[in-house]
């Protein structure tokens, strides 16, 4: 009995010990509003709602932490669950940890982190996509860009005197069997005799000094028995069967602040090739620019010009963005945003990247208006 009691005591002792060298944070963001969306359906209706995934920022509620191993050395993680806050429902396909789940090392020479975890893809557009992941931005036309988080993945990231560098690689980018984003399907890993099924990596080089900064990227992602590939909501999501078929998307980009004023823009060239005969290879090109200026202390006003175009299947879009931002306090802001998006006449892409169910007809534009709140902690 003695010694139960002695063993108890001691094992709680080290406990307290090893966590009294570590550091644990809680974080988290609420981000809503009211959305109005015009010829959100064929027959050219509009909707008025609370929509789902974000309104500026997405909604999550995160655990962070640190433990200084000694020599510069530390034992990192972070565990981070994205919310729908309309309904309260989880996001990235229902996942407890969906936005990221991974362990690592930090040390001077950069970071090594294991687990799931944004791609480069996120990484490198971070600066130059002036409006982020806002749901009047480039996730409207490419709804991989703000979702680009890949499962099974060993990640790195090291920055020396303004020059960063990393890269990712993943055994199967979609382990959970969910899907990252809204028509790319599922991949969870690869099969015996099917190496390169569901593999994803990443790369990307960049560069900051104090006004200025450019980056480049390269991401790819390889097909399995249930990966899909979609451009815009309009058309049917392409198969990617074959290990062999690669959906891949390059990127270059560039942030300056110009008396005040950051102005960021960028190009993503995607290619999706298929070794399907029936299956076409599409390629896409999106352009981007923007620009914030903060007006006062609290109020800051930014915006962003999109243009996307897709010879194989006909299709281009272009949109514009206007947000107005005003922060009540260091935590809590709100903001008013408009939209207008040109369709072609074989587009469908919309310009609400906020839970779906707003795909026009063939060729209609849209107008989208969000008044929200966000509140961090």
Do not use: I, K, M
């Given at each position: 009995m003695k010694w139960t009691h002695f063993a108890a005591a001691s094992c709680c002792a080290l406990s307290a010990s090893a966590y009294a060298q570590s550091s644990v944070t809680l974080y988290g963001i609420l981000d809503t509003g009211v959305e109005y969306v015009s010829h959100a359906d064929a027959a050219g209706d509009h909707v008025v709602r609370m929509p789902g995934i974000t309104g500026e920022i997405p909604s999550r509620w995160g655990l962070r932490g640190?433990?200084?191993?000694?020599?510069?050395?530390?034992?990192?993680?972070?565990?981070?669950s994205g919310f729908n806050t309309r309904g309260g429902d989880s996001g990235q396909g229902g996942r407890l940890f969906g936005r990221?789940?991974?362990?690592g090392i930090s040390s001077p020479y950069g970071q090594l982190q294991l687990g799931r975890q944004y791609t480069m893809t996120y990484w490198a557009m971070a600066d130059s996509d002036i409006l982020g992941p806002d749901i009047y931005g480039s996730g409207s036309l490419d709804s991989y860009l703000p979702n680009a988080r890949s499962d099974n993945t060993i990640g790195y990231k090291g920055t020396f005197h303004g020059l960063t560098v990393g890269a990712t690689y993943s055994f199967g980018r979609d382990g959970a069997g969910t899907g990252n984003s809204?028509?790319?399907?599922?991949?969870?890993?690869?099969?015996?005799?099917?190496?390169?099924?569901?593999?994803?990596?990443?790369a990307m080089v960049k560069y900051d000094a104090s006004v200025f900064g450019v980056a480049a990227a390269y991401d790819e992602q390889r097909g399995g028995a249930a990966a899909a590939a979609n451009f815009f909501d309009g058309a049917a999501p392409f198969p990617l069967t074959s290990g062999t078929d690669k959906d891949t998307r390059m990127q270059l980009n560039g942030w300056a602040n110009v008396f005040g004023v950051k102005i960021g823009g960028g190009w993503v060239g995607r290619h999706v090739d298929t070794q399907t005969p029936a299956t076409p290879n599409v390629h896409s090109n999106l352009f981007y620019l923007g620009a914030a200026y903060s007006i006062t202390p609290a109020f800051t006003l930014d915006g962003e010009a999109y243009r996307i175009t897709n010879g194989e299947q006909d299709a281009r879009a272009t949109m514009g963005t206007l947000r107005g931002t005003y922060s009540l306090s260091k935590a809590t802001a709100v903001y008013l945003q408009s939209s207008y998006?040109?369709?072609?006449?074989?587009?469908?892409?919309?310009?609400?990247?906020?839970?779906?169910?707003?795909?026009?007809?063939?060729?209609a534009n849209q107008t989208g208006v969000m008044a929200g709140i966000r509140h961090a902690f």
């Open positions: 640190a433990e200084d191993l000694g020599g510069g050395y530390r034992a990192v993680f972070a565990l981070e990221q789940a991974w362990v809204p028509g790319q399907g599922t991949c969870a890993g690869q099969v015996p005799g099917a190496p390169t099924d569901c593999r994803q990596w990443s998006l040109s369709n072609s006449s074989h587009g469908q892409y919309s310009l609400s990247s906020g839970g779906g169910g707003t795909t026009p007809a063939a060729g």
